[in-house]
């Protein structure tokens, strides 16, 4: 054999070596493990979605890791905003609450703390009006340093009358009248009736005034010397913080 054909021989049993060990080592395993995503998927995952190397698997594993986060921020929003939200109503009710029992409070306490006025420190006139007819026009105005209230209607008393007159009950306003130092309020006493329709009449020439049926001390305003005559028809209105509100009864 020539040493050409010899070399030639040799050559091809190399190349048939190299290549049996490459077929060898493709088949050993170890390239599949070392790419596997065994290792990967374990770490990532349940170890029963490690057992499943399917892209769904794969898929459950890539999403169950991108909702991790999400819930865990949700969580951890949840219960801070929860709280936020809980104190936030909390506060609002509770502010609201107190205020609003604070205010019926309130209410009811400025009904109890009327501080009705007196003659000592106010000042009384009873004037004699032209229209309506037979009627006189009570004013009381502040002369104090604080406010009082004219309340309900004036209990008037002509000469030696033993009764009061009624009141008008649609002259009754929506509030109580108060009034500020300086400022007066008003109420009428018709005397008689225009038509003549009253009897038991008499000419009256003193007057006391008590600010209301509960009063106990009475102011005492000037009549005109001829004094004024009262019928029957006596009545007075409920006290108003305007002039022309009197004078319509």
């Known amino acids: 054999m020539s040493t050409r054909t010899r070399r030639t021989q040799l050559l091809a049993a190399a190349v048939l070596t ?6 060898t080592a493709c088949n050993t395993g170890k390239g599949v493990q ?9 770490a990532g995952s349940s170890p029963t979605a490690s057992g499943t190397n399917s892209p769904e698997a794969s898929g459950g594993t890539s999403t169950g890791a991108g909702q991790a986060d999400p819930a865990g921020s949700t969580s951890k929003g949840s219960t801070s905003g ?3 939200g809980s104190t936030g109503s909390t506060g609002s009710a509770g502010a609201s ?3 609003g029992s604070s205010g019926s409070s309130g209410s009811n306490g400025s009904v109890s703390r009327l501080d009705p006025c007196s003659p000592a420190a106010t000042r009384t006139t009873a004037t004699v009006v032209s229209r309506p007819l037979n009627h006189v026009l009570l004013t009381v105005t502040n002369t ?3 406010n009082c209230d004219l309340v309900g209607y004036p209990a008037v008393r002509f000469g030696d009358a033993q009764s009061v007159p009624p009141a008008i009950e649609d002259s009754k306003p929506q509030a109580v009248v108060t009034l500020v130092p300086g400022e007066s309020g008003y109420a009428s006493v018709l005397l008689s009736a225009a038509d003549g329709s009253g009897s038991d009449g008499y000419t009256a020439k003193s007057l006391e005034v008590y600010f209301d049926t509960g009063a106990s001390a009475a102011a005492r305003p000037s009549l005109p010397a001829k004094g004024v005559y009262v019928d029957s028809s006596l ?7 305007e002039m022309a509100d009197a004078l319509a009864w």
């Open 18 to 23: 190299v290549a049996t060990l490459t077929l």
């Open 34 to 42: 070392d790419e596997g995503a065994s290792g990967a998927f374990t």
């Open 82 to 84: 929860g709280a936020s």
């Open 97 to 99: 609450g107190s205020k």
């Open 144 to 146: 104090g340093s604080k």
């Open 235 to 241: 009545s007075v209105s409920y006290w108003q913080t």
